[in-house]
């Protein structure tokens, strides 16, 4: 495994790390070591927290790979030492006076957000939103992607921690075209400020499980820049 960078994958909402479970194996065989962070969207610092003792534990160089609203936490996490590429999938990349709320409200809401209900102080994806959120995976996928996926915090878009990381580091974006969860032109958007080498994709909001082998290209691009 010498001169192979380390892979790091952070979850958004309503996913846990079994999200990238087509693109680790792979990974791991091509000689990478790989970690999926397992954040329990309580809050954002305790998730940035879980994203860098992660980091801690592999060595670097990193490719620190974020879905979603995991692209916030590569953000605020990504300014550690040893990350030397930000991968982010159809993701949220909030600038240092920007919360992920305020990221978000600046363009049209998403059709997913019409099949949200709040329940214990948590925010819960109703099953008529499934395909609004990964409706070009087979019906089994579709029902295993809401049975796993961990639930966030009512207020977790409010909150903030500090730290830019793509303004220091390189970046790659995948935009999901037909993203119904998060606004494509959001992902445009955010990957035209970051600077970020830009990949193109008509897939729904989760790239990493209808089309692996373009989100595998687009982090072995990454980690062969470092």
């Not at 970690?35 to 305790?46: I, K, V």
């Not at 060595?59 to 995991?70: D, F, T």
């Not at 109703?126 to 070009?136: H, L, N, W």
């Not at 909150?159 to 969860?181: E, L």
Request: glycine share 8%.
């Amino acid at each position: 495994m010498a001169g192979k960078p380390s892979i790091v994958f952070a979850h958004g909402l309503w996913a846990d790390g079994s999200c990238f479970s087509k693109l680790i194996p792979t990974l791991q065989a091509e000689g990478h070591e790989v970690f999926a962070s397992q954040h329990g969207l309580n809050s954002l610092e305790s998730d940035v927290a879980c994203v860098n003792f992660t980091l801690n534990h592999v060595p670097g160089p990193i490719v620190l790979v974020g879905h979603s609203y995991g692209g916030t936490l590569i953000t605020k996490a990504g300014t550690h030492d040893r990350v030397g590429a930000l991968v982010y999938i159809a993701a949220l990349g909030p600038d240092e006076d920007e919360t992920s709320q305020q990221h978000q409200a600046q363009f049209a809401a998403t059709p997913v957000f019409q099949h949200i209900e709040v329940a214990d102080g948590r925010l819960w994806l109703k099953a008529s939103g499934v395909p609004d959120f990964c409706g070009d995976l087979p019906e089994a996928e579709q029902k295993l992607v809401l049975a796993t996926g961990a639930v966030p915090v009512a207020d977790l878009f409010d909150q903030q921690v500090p730290g830019t990381a793509w303004r220091t580091k390189p970046s790659w974006y995948i935009v999901a075209n037909n993203d119904r969860t998060v606004n494509p032109d959001l992902e445009r958007f955010a990957a035209e400020r970051m600077g970020a080498k830009t990949y193109d994709v008509d897939s729904s909001h989760v790239p990493m499980l209808s089309h692996p082998d373009f989100v595998l290209d687009v982090i072995r691009h990454a980690a062969k820049a470092l």
